[in-house]
T-cell receptor, first 117, second 112 residues
């Protein structure tokens, strides 16, 4: 069974600085998807970025980028130029197949990101 | 934002009472999911649906049932609520080209 581990329960960063959140996973599959979701205090779960394992290029979305190391099964999220609005819980998730064309997400326990003004 | 609503948003109930949570989507997506979120855990899958009247169990399905009579609605029922079911419940949908899951706003359920 696939597992996802986020080893940092909490991280803090100064506004405008860069921070990296760690995620490791375990799987025997060769083709899969990984995601980072953000959950602000509003509780809404918001997709930040996704990575397809067969793509060697790391995904980027504006100030958010990932460092995907397939052999090491590592999927870290880098947030550049941190802003106060980035303060939230961040969850790493692995897409696991339930049946043909149907998937569930396996989640890490989350990392709380604090932005210091 | 994906058109997903959940009702109610908050509910307090007593042990032993039945509870139904509703998820409604306007995206016409095929797949719908119910997850629960507890402190120290990410989300865990309760049940999912792959079409009207087609549902199956997830990782933590004990004590829960679901129904989907229309594409847009997915109901989660706690037949007899217990304190261990106090949690935040999220509905998600997926479909279309990317198969990415999009989430509703969540329902906070407290069972006293």
């Amino acid at each position: 069974a696939q597992t996802v581990t986020q080893s940092q329960p909490e991280m803090s960063v100064q506004e405008a600085e860069t921070v990296t959140l760690s995620c490791t996973y375990d799987t025997s599959e060769s083709d899969y998807y990984l995601f980072w979701y953000k959950q602000p205090p509003s509780r809404q779960m918001i997709l930040v970025i996704r990575q397809e394992a067969y793509k060697q290029q790391n995904a980027t979305e504006n100030r958010f980028s990932v460092n995907f190391q397939k052999a090491a099964k590592s999927f870290s999220l880098k947030i550049s130029d941190s802003q106060l609005g980035d303060a939230a819980m961040y969850f790493c998730a692995y897409r696991s197949e339930l049946s043909s064309s149907n998937y569930q997400l396996i989640w890490g326990a989350g990392t709380k990101l604090i932005i210091k003004p | 934002d994906a058109g997903i609503t959940q009702s109610p948003r908050h509910k307090v109930t007593e042990t032993g009472t039945p509870v139904t949570l509703r998820c409604h989507q306007t995206e016409n997506h095929r797949y719908m999911y119910w997850y629960r979120q507890d402190p120290g855990h990410g989300l865990r899958l309760i049940h999912y649906s792959y079409g009207v009247k087609d549902t199956d169990k997830g990782e933590v399905s004990d004590g829960y049932s679901v129904s989907r009579s229309k594409t847009e609605d997915f109901l989660l029922t706690l037949e007899s609520a217990t304190s261990s079911q106090t949690s935040v419940y999220f509905c998600a949908i997926s479909g279309g080209r990317t198969d990415t899951q999009y989430f509703g706003p969540g329902t906070r359920l407290t069972v006293l």
